[in-house]
């Protein structure tokens, strides 16, 4: 047997079933109108925010990175908790503006921003954090031809990492952001040009668990902000510090110790230099605040055995959890926390391979996990769904579609 990955805090059984949000897995699937079904925990978003407002000092504002769900009943919540919206395409502006969301509170990333893309942000109030000189160049033309003072920040490429952080997003050659020694010329040009100066965006990378990292990036991120903000020769309104705080998916994964990193963010804040002394900062994460809360359900369509291995056939597969496959960004697969909802917390009783209904070897969501026996029309629990899930999976493949989603 295999290990499966630790279930996240806050699922509870009821009626031998799994409970999300207090309610059982069977009823919302009928409220839902069936399977595959991804299922958000209000609750559950609440509360991390929560501790991340006790956790971090006052002084950092919480901003939401869209592109982890960008499900318009999540948006619609997040738009009462947090401070601020990151986005990484116009089809994303459009996705806040019809969730309500004041552009004004929004900052654009994202190398590849095209024309349109720049004139909507732009007339919108939307900060651009600018991926190069040449998207720089795009910007001040169509904001002229507008009419209108563009607001620009820059995205910096750093001269560092995060070190254990899932996918690296800095240190070395990148197409994100603008190499750091570059930066200070820029940004002289902005202010020289009359747009309104917003600062920098440092982003170090994504999926870091170990506190100790994030601490030691945090304070290279800050070291590199005052230094770059010196040279370009202007006190710094905005700094974006990044994010990167992971959630445990995989056996043997522990949570961040939010506590450490937040005490010493504390620590750095009362140490500012001069030139930040007045800076505005903020931090963006997109799967610490959503990917615990969210759960996908799928149910048994097939039970089979081939050369002696069990398997459990779903209507659900990597087209809506491409991640849980280990085919979004891992090397090796290892099992997410997977359990059988309507048979929450029973014993283990068997091994079983539990897959999806593609015709591919690749779309597998448990690899000889333990499970209780399960029958036909019994319904799996893929946890850690709430990012990069229904958004980040090739829905489409072979003629699937969408899966159905809900807040609760
Ligand atoms: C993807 C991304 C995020 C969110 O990353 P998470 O790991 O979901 O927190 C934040 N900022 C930028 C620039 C990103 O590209």
Redo the contacts with the bound molecule.
Sequence with gaps: MKPLGPIPAGYTALDGELAIGGRKASVLVEEAGGTPLFVYCADLIRQRVAQLRSALPQRVALHY?V??NPYRPVLELMAGLVDGF?I?SGGELAMVRAAGIDPARVSF?GPGKRDAELEAAIAAGVTLNLESEGEADRALAIASRLGETPRLAIRVNPDFDLKGSGMK?GGGAKPFGIDAERVPALARRIIAVGAEWRGFHI?AG??ALDAAAIIHTQAQTLDLAARLAEESGAPLPHCNL?????IPYFPGDTPVDLAAVGAALGERMEQLPTVLQGTAFCI?????LVGEAGVYLCQIVDRKVSHGELYLITDGGLHHQLAASGNFGTVVRRNYPVAIASRFGAEVEEEANVVGCLCTPLDRLADKGGFPRAEVGDLVAVFCAG??GASASPAMFLGQGPAREMLV
């Excluded at 990044?242 to 992971?246: E, N, S």
């Excluded at 963006?284 to 610490?288: A, D, K, M, N, S």
């Design positions: 990175a592109k982890a990151d990484a990333a997003m982003f994504s999926q990044g994010g990167g705080f992971g963006e994460l997109g799967r610490y990012a990069y």
